[in-house]
């Protein structure tokens, strides 16, 4: 554990209504980690990684993400320091084509979104390709992204995350809507990008044999609140979380 | 390869039509010219960004003002007022776009739109400066271009130089993030764009091609009105876009060819123009929402690929 802490979320608090989203959350993350937040439904774990990425305001606590303090920071911002997210319902742009969305991720991450002259098609040619094959995807190059079938959308959306060069990632139940051969398939590939790039990654995910077969730490959220937290081993002897949630599995 | 094959053709066409039509056709056909540039920067906004504009007469209105005026009250040279036409429809367009930007959807729209009245008002009411409803009279081309093929030919060259930067913008890195802006701006924050950063300079640049189009019509018409700012004026694109396409480049000059040459012959002969043109919209809304590019493109599909047929496509 000698890994340097890259997210460190302090006392993080949400509340939509009288409904308290995310209820005095910390958290904390190392380079190189490969965990997973799990919960019911409604546990909070979507309005955290909105928290995390901007997308919604805190209404108390800090996040800091490579020591810097990025708590008000907008979206883009935070992407731009290396956070990327794939979305739980596939978030696409469906009109252009799967290489078009690919690509378009990646020369923003190279920032040349700013380039008025030069043809998008002659750039980032090389990257693009490497990583529609990566991540399974080089028989969809030409395909409009809203006729995909729904996994092979929940591939692109990865690939669209990882075109960002990101230091950390978060998943959003990235096998949802996949056949379990596709889900191994994908989940060996997050566990690649883990183990060879040094890709820091958190995920969440319903399917308990996923959680337990790839997640090295995890964290249980019920009601917008840290129950437990721990090796799977840890988790799975722990009484709290064998009561809201892995009960109901077992 | 076929496609720069066809567009080469109907250049040439374009470049040899004076030879076969007469003087009022040339005229319709430079207004075909000036508006269809009008109706693809137009486009920038609504097929590109996905937003409608309801006040792009504004930038042409103030693109023609700066030329009508700058060449009527101080003999500026021609040559110099497109460029400055185009600067000033830009400034007016930062700042408005400065508000627009921060809405989307039908907000957007009536937004623009009262900016685009503040503009028709501002250059109704201000007698002195712009000589309100008066309009401005006397706006001469330089001798070279007075006769109607010569300015024909220069705004076919000035609308070609505009079209090709134009298409380059949409081909380019800015062109394709403006695509994603429009499918799914959340997701395009989430890859690391200001949003409404690019938004902007998008509507900067769709406002300075308006103005260069207004700036050309001034000394075509020899005079202008604050009627080309008027909110009317700004259905015009949005008719143009609809009948021709607003998901290919070409789409908005091929409704102004259609517009344009409707009119011209309808009026011809009856005055319910509206009443024509209303119908034709109709048509076109209610069979075929792609417009007539829409319209070949889908045909064209269907006989050369695998691609499995699109759901309703969202605009």
Request: hydrophobic share 45%; proline share 4%.
């Amino acid at each position: 554990m000698a890994e340097e802490v890259i997210l460190k979320v302090e006392k993080l608090n949400k509340a939509f209504g009288g409904l308290k989203a995310t209820n005095n959350v910390s958290y904390q993350m190392r380079t190189g980690e490969l965990s997973a937040i799990i919960g019911p439904n409604g546990a909070g774990k979507s309005t955290f990684f909105n928290l995390l990425t901007g997308y919604h305001l805190p209404d108390s606590g800090n996040i800091f993400f490579k020591g810097v303090n990025i708590t008000h920071w907008p979206p883009h911002k935070i992407t731009r320091l290396g956070i990327a997210r794939a979305f739980q319902v596939s978030n696409l742009y469906p009109r252009l084509t799967t290489y078009e969305n690919v690509r378009q991720a990646i020369l923003s991450q190279q920032k040349k979104t700013l380039n008025l002259f030069t043809p998008a098609h002659r750039l980032a040619k090389k990257e693009t390709q490497e990583l529609l094959e990566i991540t399974g995807l080089s028989q969809q190059t030409n395909m409009t992204a809203g006729n995909l079938p729904q996994g092979d959308k929940k591939r692109l959306e990865l690939a669209i995350a990882l075109g960002n060069k990101p230091d950390l990632v978060f998943l959003d139940e990235p096998t949802a809507g996949m056949s379990g051969e596709e889900t191994h398939e994908t989940m060996e590939l997050v566990k690649r990008l883990n183990e060879e790039i040094g890709l820091t990654i958190l995920f969440t995910e319903h399917d308990m044999s996923v959680v337990f077969g790839y997640a090295r730490r995890l964290t249980v959220l019920h009601q917008g609140t840290v129950i437990a937290e721990g090796t799977p081993e840890e988790v799975r002897a722990n009484e709290d979380a064998q009561r809201v949630y892995l009960g109901e599995e077992a | 390869m076929k496609r720069y094959l066809f567009l080469g053709l109907i250049y040439a066409l374009a470049l040899v039509l004076p030879l076969f039509i007469g003087e009022f056709w040339i005229h319709v056909a430079v207004e075909i010219l000036i508006l269809g540039l009008f109706a693809v920067s137009f486009n920038m906004i609504f097929g590109y960004m996905g937003q409608l504009s309801f006040g792009h007469a504004a930038y042409y209105g103030v693109g023609a003002y700066v030329t009508g005026m700058l060449m009527v009250k101080a003999s500026v040279p021609l040559a110099i007022c497109l460029p400055l036409s185009m600067i000033g429809a830009g400034i007016c367009a930062l700042i408005i776009g400065y508000f627009c930007v921060r809405l989307t959807g039908i907000y957007f729209a009536i937004l623009t739109m009262a900016f685009g009245q503040l503009i028709y008002y501002i250059i109704f009411k201000w007698y002195s400066f712009t000589r309100g409803d008066d309009g401005l009279q006397g706006i001469i081309a330089p001798p070279l271009l007075f006769s109607v093929n010569a300015y024909y030919y220069f705004t076919l060259f000035i609308a070609t130089a505009a079209l090709i930067v134009m298409w380059y913008i949409s081909e380019s890195p800015f062109g394709y993030t403006m695509r994603a802006i429009r499918d799914n701006a959340d997701r395009t924050r989430f890859i690391g764009i200001n949003v409404r950063k690019y938004m902007l300079i998008n509507f900067v640049i769709a406002g300075m091609f308006a103005g260069l189009a207004g700036a050309l019509w001034g000394p075509f018409n020899r005079s202008i009105a604050p009627d080309l700012t008027n909110w009317h004026h700004s259905g015009t694109p949005v008719f143009m876009t609809v009948i021709g396409g607003p998901f290919g480049f070409f789409g908005p000059m091929i409704g102004s060819v259609i517009y344009t040459f409707l009119m011209a012959f309808v009026t011809g002969f009856t005055e319910y123009w509206p009443l024509i043109i209303g119908l034709v919209i109709i048509f076109v809304v209610l069979f075929v929402p792609g417009g007539v590019l829409g319209f070949y493109e889908s045909k064209m599909k269907v006989f050369r690929s695998k691609v499995p047929k699109s759901e309703e496509t969202i605009p």
